[in-house]
């Protein structure tokens, strides 16, 4: 079993920086991908980027660019470096770990950002 925990959102303003963290714990060695999803008031949850084992990333078309992905396993945390985040950026992110065919989601932080 894996347990995920969001921190480090908060308001931010449109041009500026924020990075969030996602923390794993328990059976941290089997996981295969760790990623962020986000939702915003009556839209749909969507991937924003994800990183695997292995150190593969990939991103959302919208966060090319401006957003980053990282890990640091001797910590078991994952980061999302936003900069230059965007008004539409606004929503509640998440953090998801995968392994083997289960996942486990955290409850979420909100960012939001202001113009």
């Known amino acids: 079993q894996v347990q995920v925990v969001e921190s480090g959102g908060g308001l931010v303003q449109a041009g500026g920086s924020l990075r969030l963290s996602c923390a794993a714990s328990?059976?941290?060695?089997?996981?295969?991908?760790i990623a962020w999803y986000r939702q915003a008031p009556g839209k749909e949850r969507e991937l924003v980027a994800a990183?695997?084992?292995?150190?593969?990333?990939n991103y959302a078309d919208s966060v090319k660019g401006r957003f980053t992905i990282s890990s640091d396993n001797a910590k078991n945390t994952v980061y999302l470096q936003m900069n230059s985040p965007k008004p539409e950026d606004t929503a509640v992110y998440y953090c998801?770990?995968?392994?083997?065919?289960?996942?486990?989601w955290g409850q979420g932080t909100q960012v939001t950002v202001s113009s």
């Open positions: 998801n770990a995968m392994w083997g065919v289960r996942s486990s």
């Open positions: 328990g059976s941290t060695f089997s996981i295969n991908v």
């Open positions: 990183i695997s084992s292995d150190g593969g990333s």
